[in-house]
């Protein structure tokens, strides 16, 4: 059996588990390959990781809050991964640990279309902003960046790209992207972000990386006024596919991901 798993703490509410699994059996690798979830307290992280290859694991994901520890315990990194500073990925072969960061592509995967010259604000400048406002800069975005800290926004810039802002006027920009925990425990976006539900329109894309079993409260909203929304499911998916292609070299299914991921 070739083991796979998410490292996380708390991971009990990951929908990796049920959408790899899914990926395997879709593929013809469910009686071969098995994928599961391990919480792991931040301190035990390290020989977490290093014991995984002598139990058959092939690879993992790593979630919060383990994403920065992911990057320092490879032997390996990805250009993405080092460039970033944190990595979602891990593969175990010939005795290396290789970390790679598939948030980035994954979330530029998920979007609508291209986003050379377009205006993007970023709300948040934690681990989840680093990866988009990365991925956002690269690929020509005008991405400027909110963080209720303001001096993480700036120190964030100063290393990946974008500009940092205070009082963005939301109605400027053709894409939003929530980053921040805000909506994780049904918190008003309207309350703690600098967005105002009346300024959401047809032109924007609005992306929330929080996911649940119902629409966030911004998501509804943009849904409301007409924007494009991509919502958390649908970028866990994305990572979760290149992810797959790293360890298993095969084309991810998508759509038995999307639903196993979404019940
Ligand atoms: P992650 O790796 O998921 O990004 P993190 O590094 O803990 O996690 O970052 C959480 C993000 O959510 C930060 O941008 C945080 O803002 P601060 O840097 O000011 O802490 C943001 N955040 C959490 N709760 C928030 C709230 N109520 N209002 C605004 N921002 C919030």
């Keep these: 059996m070739k083991r796979l798993a998410v490292l996380g703490h708390p991971v009990a509410h990951s929908r990796s588990p049920a959408m790899q699994e899914a990926a395997l059996d879709a593929v013809g690798l469910g009686g071969e390959w098995s994928y599961e979830a391990i919480d792991v307290d931040p301190g035990d992280f390290e020989a977490r990781v290093r014991a995984m290859p002598g139990e058959g694991f092939v690879g993992a994901n790593v979630t919060v809050p383990h994403k920065g520890a992911a990057l320092s315990v490879a032997d390996v990194l990805s250009e993405t991964a080092r460039e970033i500073g944190a990595a979602n990925a891990l593969s175990f072969e010939a005795g290396e640990i290789r970390a790679d960061n598939t948030d980035a592509p994954g979330f530029l995967e998920a979007l ?103 629409p966030t409260r911004l998501l509804a909203a943009a849904e409301a006024a007409g924007a494009t929304t991509v919502d958390g499911i649908e970028l866990l998916v994305r990572q979760g596919a290149r992810s797959f292609r790293i360890w298993t070299g095969r084309e991810a299914p998508l759509d038995a991901m999307r639903s196993a991921a979404r019940v």
């Design 112 to 214: 609508p279309g291209p986003v050379a010259g377009r205006r993007a604000l970023v709300l948040g400048a934690g681990g989840a902003g680093r990866a988009i406002v990365w991925a956002l800069a690269r690929e020509g975005a005008e991405v400027e960046v909110w963080n209720r800290t303001e001096l993480r926004a700036a120190h964030l810039c100063e290393e990946l790209g974008g500009r940092s802002v205070t009082d963005p006027d939301p109605a400027a920009y053709e894409l939003l992207v929530n980053t921040t925990a805000v909506g994780l425990r049904g918190e008003d976006p309207f309350a703690e972000l600098p967005l105002r539900a009346a300024d959401l329109a047809p032109s924007q894309t609005v992306v929330d990386m929080v996911y649940g079993a119902e």
